[in-house]
């Protein structure tokens, strides 16, 4: 009942949206960015995007659509106009020139809007309208949804393939990705990180980013697992800093530790933690190709890797094919790798993180907003 209720309420807004982009013309110069994929933090490449239209193009007057507090708190810092209440959401999106949007949503399906894809990240598993939990209505409306696309943000040839079967569009385009760009800062800049996570008395620091698990599967280390590691953090002068998936609620992270730390909720935006991370830590997650581009050394501890294929999400690449070594599958691997790092100049592993990187990046410039821009202007 509940989400029969969802359903039809989600209806009305969707044609009521439709009905009067037909009646309200838009204006020229007026960009609307509309966060679907969390939408409690101000993060992502819609915040990379929106902050570089703002600074760089004074001509662009844009608009952040959202309501939630800290978010809208935020966005007013940088001195942006924010459409928090019903009408003003509703009429800052149908005077738009141009909507920019980072995840599926059926709300323009119906009506004239201009709608660029900017997603939330390049990674393996099956999205939009090849994610197999899409339902057949919410497929109808994604479908014609995506018609609206003028055209989707992507990081190279392999994921422009992807991402046009995803949306059923052949309007992919590889500028990167609008959030990579704040991977390319100076030693000052990581500092100040440091420094605002309270985080620069360690001598590295070790990130563990996993990607959502749709269903439950298995808890990714054990009590004994999280002691010994923190006997190593504290001998080594390190800190274990973990941000979960935003939709993640399964995973459980200790709070008795030294230098262990949950920051998800304390992390706005988790390209802040990559840029001074010393070393990462994930499995399926996007978070990865990301990672990739700083040549900065990684593991994937695919530790449920079976039942994750089986019973959460189905991929665009075969893991097993796509993912560099070393995969690793249990707590003692991943321990032993973490205290002994010799494995990172290993020629075979340089040679795969090459390869990876390269398959899921055409530029790795820091000049991904430009070249978004460059689309948004010629259209």
């Known amino acids: 009942m509940k989400k029969t209720l969802q359903f039809i309420k989600g209806a009305i807004i969707v044609y009521t949206l439709g009905f ?15 966060s679907f994929f969390n939408r409690k933090k ?51 999106v149908l005077r738009a020139e141009h909507i920019f949007i980072d995840a599926s949503t059926f709300f323009f399906s119906v009506g004239r809007f201009s709608v660029i894809q900017l997603w939330h990240g390049t990674g393996f598993k099956n999205i939009a309208l090849l994610n197999r939990s899409t339902k ?28 046009s079967k995803s949306f059923e569009t052949d309007k992919v385009v590889a500028t990167g990705l609008p959030r990579n760009d704040e991977l390319f800062v100076n030693e000052k800049e990581k500092n100040h990180l440091l420094e605002k996570y ?38 080594s002068n390190s800190f274990f800093l973990v941000i979960k998936h935003p ?9 008795e530790y030294s230098n262990i730390g949950d920051y998800t909720q304390i992390v706005s935006d988790i390209q802040e933690v990559l840029v001074f991370t010393d070393f990462l830590i994930t499995d399926y997650s996007s978070v990865i ?63 795969e993180h090459e390869e990876f990187k390269d398959i899921f990046h055409k530029y790795c410039d820091g000049k991904s907003c430009e070249r978004v821009m460059k689309e948004v202007l010629a259209l």
């Open 20 to 34: 009067f982009s037909y009646l309200i013309p838009k204006k020229k110069n007026t960009y609307a960015f509309v």
């Open 42 to 92: 101000f993060s992502g490449n819609l915040k990379s995007f929106l902050l570089h239209v703002d600074e760089k193009h004074p001509e662009i007057s844009t608009v952040y659509v959202g309501n939630n507090k800290d978010v809208v708190k935020e966005v007013r810092e940088h001195n942006i106009k924010v459409a928090a209440n019903p009408l003003s959401s509703f009429w800052s």
């Open 136 to 163: 057949n209505l919410s497929r109808y409306y994604l479908k014609k949804a995506t018609k609206k696309y003028r055209f989707v943000v992507c990081t190279s040839e392999s994921d422009c393939k992807k991402k």
């Open 198 to 235: 309270k985080l620069a008395k360690y001598d590295k620091i070790i990130t563990y980013a996993p990607t959502w698990r749709d269903c439950p599967t298995k808890q990714p280390f054990t009590e004994g697992f999280w002691r010994k590691l923190n006997d190593y953090l504290v001998e």
């Open 247 to 255: 939709y993640a609620t399964f995973m459980n992270i200790p709070s």
């Open 289 to 351: 190709t990301d990672y990739s581009i700083t040549d900065k050394p990684y593991l994937i501890y695919a530790y449920d890797i079976e039942l994750y294929i089986e019973s959460c999400r189905s991929f665009g690449y075969d893991l097993k094919e796509v993912l560099p070594n070393p995969i690793l599958k249990t707590e003692d691997e991943l321990f032993e790798k973490i205290v002994d790092t010799s494995w990172q100049n290993l020629p075979e592993v340089i040679h």
